[in-house]
């Protein structure tokens, strides 16, 4: 059983995320100031150390450099508030393992802990850090991606299947919350890349001063606080796949350092004079439209060119009527097995609800809503008035003429290639969505010139 130590001078938090441990299996001793903590270091060993960043009597540096000092394997974690995020870098400096800002959920910590379990490379002065940060995950992955049977899905699941087996880079494109970094793990679990690692990043969630180190890596004494050596993103993703989330996040600067890396496939740590080869399969996402950052010189148009040999759009949630329970009924169980309970299903008046609503989030709002109800739940069905209110009582906006009203709209073309791309080109069901009868699409389908 490892043992945790929490240092937190927040006692009503310190006990909340304590108790949440110590029902995870872990060993776990708090205490509320830093002196407290160096003086337990004297006699006790701990596994890992979480420490928030700012305590009453001391920095919590110094419980981290004390820490690295009496026992290196000690994997240690900080927490943050977003405006101490300078404070942040210098801890990963120092040899933190991971910094979460506060507030978080407390499942969020559970994946550093395992990440400072599995570190073992810090044990020795000098060896090669595989320190992973909030920003990058790395992972021998299960395809836990679920299928819809829509016809949106349906295409998508092709997609998935055609670019799988290959080596293209692929650009997936889709609203927050529409399980892009899934889908990113279902192409590399269909790969031949599939026994190797996944390395997922987060672009938006690493500090401009990390980008380099985190990414490429860097060699001790490289700069003030590099105390070891370090693994970064590419060459732990070596063999296998590396994902970049949120891509049009990347700062210039690092654009063109990751153009380079994925034209020669060989990086250079921070501080080194020797390149590293690297065969790795990128996968990139955004919510943004790349193109459009591209248009506007916010965005390398050869990296553009470089990440997209093939797209993939996900269809929103509101596009996926037919799946919507699938989806609900797959988190009802996730949610049950997570909260240690038996709830059977969803009322009918519920399952009305959530095919009016929009789902604004898509699923990662629909998992946090069934996740929500199933705690608050104490019967067998989930009922209307365990849902958030903003779920109960929204209307879904019906696309009918005032979006696809072909006569009022001075981009008419525009909308029926989109409608016949949403039904694949099924001119009886595009005409349905427009709102027009089938004659009036084939002579407007005549009139433009679109050919099928």
Sequence with gaps: ???????????????????????????????????????????????????????????????????????????????????????????????AVDYIAKPFHPEVILKSIKAALENDSISTPGATATTKTRSSKSTIVEDTYIKGVSEPSAKLNNYIDLVAPTNMSVLIMGESGTGKEQIAKSIHFKSKRNAQAFVAVDCGAIPKELASSEFFGHVK???????????????????????????????????????????????????????????IRVIAATNEDLFELVKKGEFREDLYHRLNEFTIKVPALKERQEDLMIFANYFLDSANEELEKDIAGFSEDTVEIFKSYPWPGNLRELKNVVKRAVLLTQGEYILPEVLPHEVRTSKRQIEDES??????????????????????????????????????????????????
């Design 221 to 279: 004494g490289s700069f003030t606080g590099a105390v070891t050596n370090k693994t970064g993103h590419f060459e732990a993703a070596n063999g296998g796949t590396i994902f970049l989330d949120e891509i049009g996040n990347l700062n210039y600067e690092l654009q063109v350092q990751l153009l380079r890396a994925l034209q020669e496939r060989k990086v250079k740590p921070v501080g080194s004079n020797e390149e590293i080869h690297v065969d």
């Design 1 to 95: 059983m490892a043992k945790i130590l929490i240092v937190e001078d927040d006692v009503a938090f310190c006990t909340m995320l304590k108790t949440f441990l110590v029902k995870k299996n872990y060993d776990v001793e708090a205490v509320y100031n830093a002196n407290e903590a160096l003086n337990l270091f004297k006699t006790e060993k701990f596994d890992v150390v979480i420490s928030d960043v700012r305590l009453p009597d001391k920095e919590g540096l110094e419980i981290l450099k004390a820490v690295k000092q009496q026992n290196p394997a000690t994997g240690v974690i900080m927490m943050t508030s977003y405006a101490e995020i300078s404070k942040a870098v210098n801890a990963m400096k120092e040899g």
């Design 403 to 452: 979006n696809y009203g072909l006569f009022k709209s001075k981009n008419e073309q525009e909308l029926i290639l989109d409608a016949l791309e949403k039904t694949n080109g099924n001119k009886s069901k595009a005409a349905k969505l427009l709102s027009i009868d089938r004659k009036t699409l084939y002579n407007k389908l005549k009139q433009y010139g679109i050919k099928l």
